[in-house]
């Protein structure tokens, strides 16, 4: 199973994106679906969470901005991006978490915030 992240591209500050993140199969018991973000020299870091019982963490620099949602039918996880400014310039990765432990990963999909 691989995940496919989309939805990215070019954008003036201010502007916003939605990125959605596909399973090409089934994952059972996936328990938490996640956004991060690496930006060139810098470590990934978490952009949003979401767990199987619908609680959503972010991290404090996209609070208000970003909003993570999934569709389980369809295996789909979301990022609506807002208000996009130059810093949230990085390469945006999904994560899948199982309760068996298992991890997947997105192969990233670009956000380039630039007037």
């Known amino acids: 199973v691989q995940l496919q992240a989309s939805g990215g591209g070019l954008v003036q500050p201010g502007g916003s994106l939605r990125l959605s993140c596909a399973a090409s199969g089934s994952i059972a018991s996936i328990n938490y679906m996640a956004w991060y973000r690496q930006a060139p020299g810098k470590q990934r870091e978490l952009v949003a969470g979401?767990?199987?019982?619908?609680?959503?963490n972010y991290a404090d620099s996209v609070k208000g901005r970003f909003t993570i949602s999934r569709d389980n039918a369809k295996n789909t996880v979301y990022l609506q991006v807002n208000d996009l400014k130059p810093e949230d310039t990085a390469v945006y990765y999904c994560?899948?978490?199982?309760?068996?432990?298992?991890?997947?990963w997105g192969q990233g999909t670009q956000v380039t915030v630039s007037s």
């Open positions: 979401l767990d199987s019982g619908e609680r959503t």
């Open positions: 994560k899948f978490s199982t309760r068996y432990g298992y991890i997947y």
